[in-house]
C-alpha cells in the first residue's frame, strides 16, 4: 500500500507520528464506455457552452452561488488562499463511548501506522482505547478540507481514522408513517423476535460474496466465447406458488418454519415466552397470568450477544443443511 498522508496524531502533550493509507478498494470490474454498434470508444471533451471550442483543464475554475443568488467564480489559488489549518497533525479533541456515535456518521475509512522507529506511544493509545471501549474524536486537513474523524481500534490493533459526515450532510427522515400509530399484536412481534432468535449468528464477512460482480464476470466470458451465460430453466419460468401470504403473521410461522424443525420448536418457545411477558404488561386477569408462568426458553437468548451460543449454533447448523 502506499500512503497518502504523514503527520502527528496528537492528545494531550502526546504525539504519535504515523502515516494513513486508504483502506477500502474497490472491486467493480473497470469498464469504459463505446458506441454498441461498433465498440469504437466514446471520449468527452470539456467544451464551451453553444460552441465546440475545448477548453484546457488549468482554465477551468468553479463556479458558486453567493448568499445574495449571484454567481461568484473561485480559480484554484482562490480556493487554495482559504486559511484551513494545513499543519499535518491530527489532533484527537475528546474521547465518546463507541455507541455514541451513530453509524450512519461514518464515512471513509483510512489505516494508520507507526512511522517512528518504536511502535510503542501507537501500540499504547490502541490498546487504551480498547480497554476503555470509547472512540476519539479528531480533526485533520486532508486535501485542503477539514474533516471531523473517528479513531477506533480493529483487529489486529491497528488504528483506523474514520472520517465522519458533518451534521447537515445527514438527512433527517421525513416520513408520514412516523406519524402513524401502527398496531402491532402481541403475536406478530412474538413472532418476529423468534425469527430473528433462529437466525441469529456471529456476523463473518468472509461468508459473504458480491454476486453482482461474480454473475457479471460469468456474464463477460460468456460473450467472450460466444456462449449463453444464465440459460433459462423451467423453474425459473414456473410461478412461485407460496411467494404471497394472507398476512404479516402468516409470512413471520413460515419463515420461521423455513430454518427447520430445531429451529421451529425453538421459536415457538420463545414466542410463547415472548407472549407471556407482553401479557404481563399489559393489564391482565390473575388467573391467565398463572396459566403462563414465564420460562427462559434457550432460543430466547440469542437477543443477548453474550448469550446467545445455543441458538447460533443451531442456525449454523441449519444454514450448512441448506446449503
Known amino acids: 500500500m502506499r500512503s497518502i498522508w504523514k503527520g ?12 494513513v493509507y486508504s483502506a477500502t478498494e474497490s472491486h467493480d470490474r473497470k469498464s469504459y464506455q463505446v458506441d454498441s454498434s461498433d465498440g469504437t470508444r466514446i471520449r468527452y471533451r470539456r467544451v464551451r457552452e453553444g460552441t465546440d471550442t475545448e477548453v484546457e483543464f488549468s482554465d477551468i475554475a468553479n463556479a458558486y452561488e453567493s448568499s445574495t443568488g449571484d454567481t461568484v467564480i473561485l480559480t484554484k489559488d482562490d ?16 474521547f465518546v463511548p ?12 483510512y489505516y494508520l501506522e507507526p512511522s517512528s522507529k518504536s511502535p510503542k506511544a501507537y501500540v499504547l493509545l490502541a490498546r487504551a ?6 472512540l476519539a474524536i479528531a480533526s485533520f486537513t486532508l486535501r485542503s478540507r477539514t474533516r471531523m474523524a473517528a479513531l477506533r481500534v480493529i483487529e489486529p490493533g491497528v488504528m483506523t481514522l474514520q472520517t465522519l459526515l458533518w451534521p447537515d450532510e445527514v438527512r433527517k427522515p421525513d416520513f408520514g408513517f412516523l406519524d402513524d400509530d401502527v398496531e402491532i399484536r402481541d403475536q406478530e412481534l412474538a413472532m418476529a423476535s423468534s425469527l430473528i432468535d433462529s437466525m441469529a449468528q456471529d456476523y463473518d464477512p468472509g461468508e459473504f460474496s ?18 449463453e451465460a444464465f440459460p433459462e430453466t423451467e423453474e425459473d419460468s414456473a410461478e412461485d406458488e407460496d411467494s404471497e401470504v394472507a398476512d404479516l403473521l402468516a409470512a413471520l410461522r413460515a419463515s420461521v ?25 399489559a393489564p391482565a386477569k390473575p388467573a391467565a397470568a398463572k396459566k403462563a408462568p414465564v420460562k427462559k426458553a434457550p432460543a ?24
Open 210 to 227: 458480491d454476486t453482482y460482480q461474480e454473475e457479471l464476470a460469468k456474464l463477460i466470458d460468456a460473450k467472450s466465447d460466444g456462449s
Open 79 to 94: 480556493l487554495a488562499s482559504l486559511p484551513v489549518q494545513k499543519s499535518p497533525e491530527i489532533s484527537i479533541l475528546e
Open 98 to 109: 463507541v455507541d455514541q456515535v451513530d453509524p450512519i456518521y461514518f464515512d471513509k475509512p
Open 300 to 323: 430466547k437468548k440469542a437477543a443477548s450477544s453474550e448469550s446467545a451460543d445455543e441458538p447460533k449454533s443451531a442456525a449454523k447448523k441449519t444454514s450448512r443443511r441448506a446449503s
Open 8 to 19: 502527528d496524531l496528537s492528545f494531550g502533550l502526546v504525539n504519535v507520528p504515523v502515516k
Open 129 to 134: 482505547l480498547l480497554e476503555t471501549d470509547r
Open 257 to 281: 418454519k423455513d430454518r427447520g424443525p430445531g429451529e421451529e420448536s425453538a421459536a415457538a418457545d420463545s414466542s410463547r415466552t415472548s407472549a407471556t411477558k407482553a401479557a404481563k404488561k
